[in-house]
């Protein structure tokens, strides 16, 4: 490709990019924004996207996945079939034809899938079946940023596994992630995989694939002394009862003023005590029920644990309104205590070795000392309901954990029978029983990967392409279009790595040469060729962008030195 025609429109610098890989992205001519979260792949960018893609078929074909393509728009029937149109939340692109019926955006492709397959496959001979696409998706994020890893707008991989039993989606789902992990491998990326949360689209049993990066929104719980590995909203706790036990002598429950206190930390200055002696109450609304959490006044909840024990779609935290209309009392005062509803009360199990509790009275401005579960009140369950923190001990091997920020670029779901259930999703087995397929899911975020790579491979002067997705093999300079040997010569190397089937991209632009050797750093492309003043002498310059060594050979070698 010549760079005089061709679309790349760098940039000196923007304002709006905050990350790294958005702002390389926008300044090398990769990407444009149409709108909030909404973005032009440009040229460059399509030919990265491409790459990957088929990265992605080849490795989704080697494990005998088959590909399809269905429509991003959805009639709102199918998901009103899986219980998900109302439950998935404000993400959920919505919209009605000119009939007034109703249809959604596809974030994902669950209901569609199980559509298809439930009316075209209905005996166990047929499976196990992984059916996949490539497609655009559509999530309303409530604040996009962040470029490509966090749009309105994205191209994903999602496959779909079939299976007649659990050692079938069993071994399919180890086929993928050995398929996720050469994928990522063969991006160029350092990764890893942690046990997750599945969130909106269910099922258990799931891990996600993390790019290391400091931009990362993501924090990954690891075990400084084993393989163990977790999203902080999935890490599980050990319990260190000691640490947690209250030995006080038991009191009778005493009802104190507390002015104006509203905060953990003012009430341990108040009581003269440490917050780990306090305990934090809060209130949730699950699956739009009332649900009160305890945990030690040090500790924070972890709204995805309260969701998994109550086996709910959704939780989220109470507003203030809707705290005092249940309890009585504004936030800083609650407890479990003379609640004026009969509501579920879940403690944290660090609280179990509490003999008596310092929390709040239900009535603004009032605490209770020397509260004891069993007398006073009653928890409806203890559970791991807390957000892990670094310097914990790991769950496996009780080494210390450590926290790293990474960015989900993909993510395998056990689904068992969630969808099939819903949407009555049956095939015939070996006996001719009715039985319900067992599902799989399993995406990668195809523009996430691509601005993930960007994250992890870039220096001062621009992105540095691993090979296998650069958006060429190799860039092509000529320092002074207007001299004609330079010239003839560059032009005589395009028209040789053409033929060879070398991806080329030849800069033949009018430009200074200081100008076409930023805007090769920026655009980050492996290696790059310079015919500069020696072209007299046949002689050019090889220059690796990722090491930056450069050396000086004949013209006549370069093919040879490419294709090695």
């Known amino acids: 490709m010549r760079q005089k025609t061709a679309l790349i429109p760098t940039l000196r610098s923007?304002?709006?990019?905050?990350?790294?890989?958005?702002?390389?992205?926008?300044?090398?001519?990769?990407?444009?924004?149409?709108?909030?979260?909404?973005?032009?792949?440009?040229?460059?960018?399509?030919?990265?996207?491409?790459?990957?893609?088929?990265?992605?078929?080849?490795?989704?074909?080697?494990?005998?996945?088959?590909?399809?393509?269905?429509?991003?728009?959805?009639?709102?029937?199918?998901?009103?079939?899986?219980?998900?149109?109302?439950?998935?939340?404000?993400?959920?692109?919505?919209?009605?034809?000119?009939?007034?019926?109703?249809f959604i955006l596809g974030p994902t492709h669950e209901e569609t899938i199980t559509d298809l397959v439930r009316n075209a496959v209905n005996t166990y001979k047929k499976l196990p079946m992984t059916l996949y696409q490539i497609q655009t998706k559509f999530r309303d994020e409530k604040r996009p940023r962040s470029g490509l890893l966090r749009g309105r707008e994205?191209?994903?991989?999602?496959?779909?596994?079939?299976?007649?039993?659990?050692?079938?989606?069993?071994?399919?789902?180890?086929d993928m992630y050995q398929a996720y992990v050469n994928i990522f491998t063969r991006c160029g990326l350092e990764f890893g995989s942690v046990e997750a949360d599945s969130g909106s689209i269910g099922g258990k049993g799931t891990h996600e694939f993390m790019v290391f990066s400091e931009a990362g929104e993501d924090k990954i719980a690891i075990c400084t002394s084993c393989d163990y590995s977790a999203n902080i909203e999935m890490a599980e706790?050990?319990?260190?009862?000691?640490?947690?036990?209250?030995?006080?002598?038991?009191?009778?429950?005493?009802?104190?003023?507390?002015?104006n206190i509203k905060t953990i930390d003012q009430l341990a200055t108040f009581l003269q005590v440490g917050p780990n002696a306090l305990v934090k109450t809060l209130l949730f609304i699950v699956d739009e029920q009332p649900v009160m959490v305890l945990v030690r006044g040090d500790h924070e909840v972890n709204e995805v644990k309260v969701k998994n024990i109550m086996e709910a779609s959704t939780c989220f935290m109470a507003d203030e309104q809707t705290i005092r209309n249940v309890t009585g009392a504004s936030p800083g005062s609650l407890g479990p205590v003379n609640v004026k509803e009969k509501i579920t009360i879940l403690a944290d199990q660090a609280l179990r070795g509490f003999a008596q509790w310092h929390i709040g009275a239900n009535q603004d401005d009032y605490h209770f000392l020397h509260a004891v579960e069993g007398r006073d009140f009653e928890v409806s369950k203890y559970a791991d309901l807390r957000t892990i923190e670094e310097g914990d001990k790991c769950p496996r091997c009780g080494g210390i954990?450590?926290?790293?920020?990474?960015?989900?670029?993909?993510h395998i779901f056990k689904l068992g029978t969630k969808y099939s259930d819903a949407m009555k999703g049956t095939f015939l087995d070996a006996n001719g029983r009715e039985q319900m397929y067992i599902m799989g899911c399993y995406g990668i975020g195809i523009s996430r990967t691509l601005s993930a790579v960007v994250e992890q491979h870039h220096d001062e002067g621009g992105i540095i392409w691993p090979e296998a997705i650069s958006p060429y093999a190799v860039h092509l300079i000529a320092v002074n279009m207007k001299d004609e040997t330079q010239r003839n010569l560059a032009e005589k190397l395009y028209k040789d790595l053409l033929h060879a089937g070398v991806e080329v991209l030849f800069d033949d632009r009018p430009e200074r040469a200081g100008v076409k050797f930023k805007d090769a750093d920026l655009i980050g492309i492996p290696k790059r060729i310079v015919v500069g003043s020696k072209a007299t002498e046949n002689l050019i310059e090889l220059k690796s962008r990722r090491s930056g060594e450069s050396q000086e050979v004949n013209a006549d070698q370069i093919l040879t030195l490419i294709q090695k």
Do not use: C
């Open 401 to 410: 954990i450590r926290f790293q920020k990474g960015v989900e670029v993909g």
């Open 14 to 102: 923007v304002a709006e990019a905050e990350m790294i890989s958005h702002q390389l992205l926008l300044r090398a001519g990769f990407i444009r924004q149409v709108a909030a979260g909404v973005y032009t792949y440009l040229p460059l960018a399509q030919r990265v996207l491409n790459k990957i893609s088929t990265i992605v078929r080849e490795e989704m074909d080697r494990i005998g996945s088959q590909e399809l393509l269905m429509p991003a728009l959805n009639p709102a029937e199918l998901w009103q079939e899986s219980g998900r149109y109302d439950t998935y939340g404000p993400e959920l692109v919505k919209l009605q034809d000119r009939h007034d019926r109703r």
């Open 237 to 259: 706790i050990v319990i260190d009862e000691t640490s947690s036990a209250n030995d006080e002598t038991v009191a009778p429950i005493e009802k104190i003023h507390t002015p």
């Open 154 to 174: 994205f191209i994903m991989k999602d496959a779909y596994s079939f299976h007649a039993d659990r050692e079938s989606l069993d071994e399919i789902y180890q």
